[in-house]
């Protein structure tokens, strides 16, 4: 280890110790509210992008949208991808290496060297973050996703708490940007699915919406529920933001929440809209929408009810997802991924 990179882990490792936040979630007691159980009812939360200065002040922001959710009856909460983004704020004059020139941030090897070294100090103040929040409430959160580095790789990976606080699971990215593919960020090769006591739930990570064979391989494996958390890098448009977890509702017929990181910070604008999803027959309007954000910008905490009962046998009794010619897609299919 050279001395540079020496001095830089004993300077993360004061920025980002753990003893205050530790002792400032230490003196809080659980909250009791009236959780709603049947039915069941899910949050998407919005976040705005704001650069903390503290992990207390980080904490606070996170546990204000849960305790929004929480307030309305929420068992389960997901937060968006990036959710460690915010956090850079712990490091002086990040804004001004936000604002540097575009050949300087598009250097991937950069890039990637600040997400391997920065990563793991991140990865401790997410997890003291969420744990708590799970915990203190007695909720399953879905914590978001953070750019991380596993066995010597750097992964994007959401996680998944249970209501004691501790980790039920993960799961990795599977498709990578082309702007992720510069810094070297590696998909991950395997969907899981996490059995909970209201149903079956996958979350894969923003693009991996993009592809119906992830949705097709979730519903395979038995979920009720698929959780997209996003961090979408580009302006608002209403029909390319479709591209996305609503077409694959209404295709393998589950629900859907979509969680979003949202706010413009130098040059990094993201948008998105949270909100929870339905295949359209089970939606009131029937446009397959139970709830959505009003704006593609600022916190927002999306609530609704959902029936996984009721969606089962919905699934049982749709004709068109029985009509399906197997005998055809094994013969092409299995030709098609070589």
């Given at each position: 280890?050279?001395?540079?990179?020496?001095?830089a882990?004993?300077?993360?490792?004061?920025?980002?110790?753990?003893?205050?936040?530790?002792?400032?979630?230490?003196?809080?007691?659980?909250?009791?509210?009236?959780?709603?159980?049947?039915?069941?009812?899910?949050?998407?939360?919005?976040?705005?992008?704001?650069?903390?200065?503290?992990?207390?002040?980080?904490?606070?922001?996170?546990?204000?949208?849960?305790?929004?959710?929480?307030?309305?009856?929420?068992?389960?909460?997901?937060?968006?991808?990036?959710?460690?983004?915010?956090?850079?704020?712990?490091?002086?004059?990040?804004?001004?290496s936000?604002?540097?020139?575009?050949?300087?941030?598009?250097?991937?090897?950069?890039?990637?060297?600040?997400?391997?070294?920065?990563?793991?100090?991140?990865?401790?103040?997410?997890?003291?973050?969420?744990?708590?929040?799970?915990?203190?409430?007695?909720?399953?959160?879905?914590?978001?996703?953070?750019?991380?580095?596993?066995?010597?790789?750097?992964?994007?990976?959401?996680?998944?708490?249970?209501?004691?606080?501790?980790?039920?699971?993960?799961?990795?990215?599977?498709?990578?940007?082309?702007?992720?593919?510069?810094?070297?960020?590696?998909?991950?090769?395997?969907?899981?699915?996490?059995?909970?006591?209201?149903?079956?739930?996958?979350?894969?990570?923003?693009?991996?919406?993009?592809?119906?064979?992830?949705?097709?391989?979730?519903?395979?494996?038995?979920?009720?529920?698929?959780?997209?958390?996003?961090?979408?890098?580009?302006?608002?448009e209403f029909?390319?933001?479709?591209?996305?977890?609503?077409?694959?509702?209404?295709?393998?017929?589950v629900?859907?929440?979509?969680?979003?990181?949202?706010?413009?910070?130098?040059?990094?604008?993201?948008?998105?809209?949270?909100?929870?999803?339905?295949?359209?027959?089970?939606?009131?309007?029937r446009?397959?929408?139970?709830?959505?954000?009003?704006?593609?910008?600022?916190?927002?905490?999306?609530?609704?009810?959902?029936?996984?009962?009721?969606?089962?046998?919905?699934?049982?009794?749709?004709?068109?997802?029985?009509?399906?010619?197997?005998?055809?897609?094994?013969?092409?299919?299995?030709?098609?991924?070589?």
């Amino acid at each position: 280890m050279g001395l540079y990179d020496f001095a830089a882990k004993i300077f993360l490792s004061y920025r980002f110790r753990m003893a205050p936040l530790k002792k400032h979630i230490s003196g809080m007691k659980p909250a009791v509210y009236n959780k709603s159980k049947t039915p069941l009812k899910v949050a998407a939360i919005q976040v705005e992008f704001i650069l903390h200065k503290t992990s207390i002040e980080y904490f606070e922001h996170m546990k204000s949208l849960a305790e929004t959710a929480i307030r309305e009856g929420a068992v389960f909460v997901a937060y968006p991808e990036n959710i460690h983004l915010p956090l850079y704020g712990l490091l002086p004059g990040i804004e001004k290496s936000f604002l540097g020139d575009s050949s300087t941030n598009k250097n991937g090897g950069n890039i990637r060297d600040a997400f391997m070294m920065v990563g793991p100090y991140l990865k401790g103040v997410y997890f003291e973050t969420f744990s708590a929040i799970a915990r203190l409430y007695g909720i399953y959160v879905m914590g978001g996703s953070i750019t991380v580095p596993e066995e010597g790789e750097l992964y994007n990976i959401a996680y998944l708490f249970g209501p004691d606080g501790k980790q039920i699971g993960s799961q990795k990215k599977l498709h990578i940007t082309p702007d992720e593919e510069t810094f070297g960020l590696k998909p991950g090769s395997e969907l899981k699915i996490y059995d909970l006591p209201f149903g079956k739930v996958a979350f894969p990570v923003c693009m991996d919406a993009t592809y119906y064979e992830t949705f097709e391989l979730a519903r395979k494996k038995g979920a009720d529920m698929v959780v997209i958390p996003i961090g979408n890098m580009e302006e608002y448009e209403f029909y390319r933001a479709l591209r996305g977890i609503w077409p694959r509702v209404q295709e393998s017929r589950v629900i859907g929440i979509k969680s979003a990181l949202v706010g413009r910070v130098a040059q990094f604008n993201f948008t998105g809209r949270a909100g929870i999803f339905a295949p359209i027959d089970l939606t009131p309007n029937r446009d397959g929408i139970l709830k959505i954000s009003e704006n593609h910008y600022g916190d927002d905490v999306i609530t609704a009810e959902v029936d996984i009962e009721t969606l089962r046998r919905y699934r049982e009794q749709d004709e068109l997802l029985w009509d399906r010619n197997e005998v055809l897609y094994r013969k092409y299919f299995s030709k098609l991924y070589v």
